[in-house]
């Protein structure tokens, strides 16, 4: 029946779920690459770790893990983009649209 057993404890996040330089290198890549880029930070969560979310002016976008929220800010900081919270502002209209654009048109991705 199991009534005495401990339970087990639910580990919030595996500890090699960190960013890495790779994270970094695709995320500095995005940003060189794409025109408008703005970085939105994702909160941590029980199964990742902070995320950024780099959204260009067309609506494309990247999601990568992140060394937490001042690390997205020191991130944004260092190659110039702005950046905001998500929880507060939401995910923009532009992406929103980029993503119905590719469920409609895939062959153009």
């Known amino acids: 029946m199991g009534l ?3 339970r087990k404890q639910a580990r919030a996040v595996d500890s090699d779920r960190t960013a890495n ?3 970094l290198e695709h995320l500095e890549n995005f940003v060189r690459t794409r025109k408008g880029v703005e970085a939105f930070i994702e909160p941590r969560t029980t199964v990742t770790e902070t995320t950024v979310i780099l959204i260009a002016d067309d609506g494309e976008w990247t999601r990568r893990r992140i060394d937490g ?3 997205a800010r020191r991130f944004a900081y ?5 950046v905001y ?3 507060l ?4 209209q532009r992406m929103r649209d980029y993503n119905e654009r590719r469920k409609r048109r895939p062959e153009q991705y």
Request: net charge positive; proline share 14%.
């Open 4 to 6: 005495f057993r401990r």
């Open 21 to 23: 330089r790779a994270d």
């Open 69 to 71: 929220p001042d690390g």
């Open 78 to 82: 260092r190659v110039s983009i702005p």
């Open 85 to 87: 919270d998500i929880a």
């Open 89 to 92: 502002m939401g995910y923009p």
